[in-house]
């Protein structure tokens, strides 16, 4: 999907104009980051950044990932969308992570490369301002996430070994 049917989506499930303008800067993000993997498909990865949120039309919560998966099935997207959506939050949450908080226990770890892309693109976006893995990690750590951290960490690592340049120096 472009930028006019993402956004056409999100208005239609009246979407909060803070979201989708957050959205366009994860998915901005996520296709410059993409475009530095090999094999990595830009389409897939800009139409799950531009949608990652949807769930949030529904809830503000940590649930708004479960909500906007169901939306992504109910509108047809395809499955790597729908894992994006899924999977974007932190550096993913596990399945005895969900239970511990409460949400459905599902594997929500990204595991395409796709997926994988617009989480941690999602982790460098705050509102709509880029910023450093280090800022990330530290926001984590204040508040005893450190497991989520260090998952954070590796994906990183992962991800600028396979674009063969540090993240922290991609920009859109």
């Given at each position: 999907?472009?930028?006019?049917?993402?956004?056409?989506?999100?208005?239609?499930?009246?979407?909060?104009?803070?979201?989708?303008?957050?959205?366009?800067?994860?998915?901005?993000?996520?296709?410059?980051?993409?475009?530095?993997?090999?094999?990595?498909?830009?389409?897939?990865?800009?139409?799950?950044?531009?949608?990652?949120?949807?769930?949030?039309?529904?809830?503000?919560?940590?649930s708004?990932?479960?909500?906007?998966?169901?939306?992504?099935?109910?509108?047809?997207?395809?499955?790597?969308?729908?894992?994006?959506?899924?999977?974007?939050m932190?550096g993913?949450?596990?399945?005895?992570?969900?239970?511990?908080?409460?949400?459905?226990?599902?594997?929500?770890?990204?595991?395409?490369?796709?997926?994988k892309?617009?989480?941690h693109?999602?982790?460098?976006?705050?509102d709509?301002?880029?910023?450093?893995?280090?800022?990330?990690?530290?926001?984590?750590?204040?508040?005893?996430?450190?497991?989520?951290?260090?998952?954070?960490?590796?994906?990183?690592?992962?991800?600028?070994?396979?674009?063969?340049?540090?993240?922290?120096?991609?920009?859109?």
């Amino acid at each position: 999907m472009d930028r006019t049917e993402c956004i056409a989506v999100l208005k239609e499930l009246k979407c909060p104009e803070q979201v989708v303008r957050h959205s366009e800067a994860v998915a901005g993000l996520a296709r410059a980051i993409a475009a530095h993997i090999p094999d990595c498909n830009a389409e897939t990865v800009y139409t799950g950044g531009m949608l990652h949120d949807i769930g949030r039309t529904v809830t503000n919560s940590l649930s708004h990932a479960y909500e906007g998966e169901k939306i992504a099935v109910r509108l047809g997207l395809p499955p790597s969308v729908r894992e994006i959506i899924r999977t974007h939050m932190g550096g993913g949450i596990t399945e005895e992570e969900a239970a511990l908080l409460g949400l459905p226990e599902n594997d929500c770890v990204p595991h395409s490369l796709e997926s994988k892309v617009v989480c941690h693109a999602d982790n460098l976006i705050a509102d709509t301002k880029r910023r450093s893995l280090r800022d990330v990690l530290k926001q984590y750590r204040d508040k005893g996430l450190d497991t989520a951290a260090e998952r954070i960490q590796k994906l990183h690592d992962e991800l600028s070994q396979l674009a063969g340049v540090d993240l922290d120096t991609v920009t859109e």
